[in-house]
């Protein structure tokens, strides 16, 4: 088993910046990968950002490439999220998730996730 929660979530002005955190709990946090997924109100969840175990391999929806980083410390059981110029359509639920299936292409199936952090960005 794995616990997340997720942390950072807030309103923010179009062009600003916002660091999500989640803090894990439960297995060895150096065996999994992890990610983050976000929902937006009367949307599906979508793929947003995905790291490996290790921290040397990254993944990102086309939608964040070049503004959003993942980033994990290992000896702090955290993995973060830095939003840059951010857009009124990053509004959304953030879940942390953990776990399950990383594949080389960069899809990315979790078996755990977080409970969400809101993050509204204003036009």
């Known amino acids: 088993q794995v616990h997340l929660v997720e942390s950072g979530g807030g309103l923010v002005q179009a062009g600003g910046s916002l660091r999500l955190s989640c803090a894990a709990s439960g297995r060895t946090f150096t065996n999994y990968a992890l990610g983050w997924f976000r929902q937006a109100p009367g949307k599906e969840r979508d793929f947003v950002a995905a790291?490996?175990?290790?921290?040397?391999?990254?993944f990102y929806s086309d939608s964040v490439k070049g503004r959003f980083t993942i980033s994990r410390d290992n000896a702090k059981n955290m993995v973060y999220l830095q939003m840059n110029n951010l857009k009124p359509e990053d509004t959304a639920v953030y879940y942390c998730?953990?776990?399950?299936?990383?594949?080389?292409?960069?899809?990315?199936?979790?078996?755990?996730w977080g409970k969400g952090t809101l993050v509204t960005v204003s036009s």
């Open positions: 790291i490996n175990y290790s921290g040397g391999t990254t």
């Open positions: 998730a953990a776990d399950g299936v990383l594949h080389f292409t960069g899809s990315y199936y979790p078996d755990y």
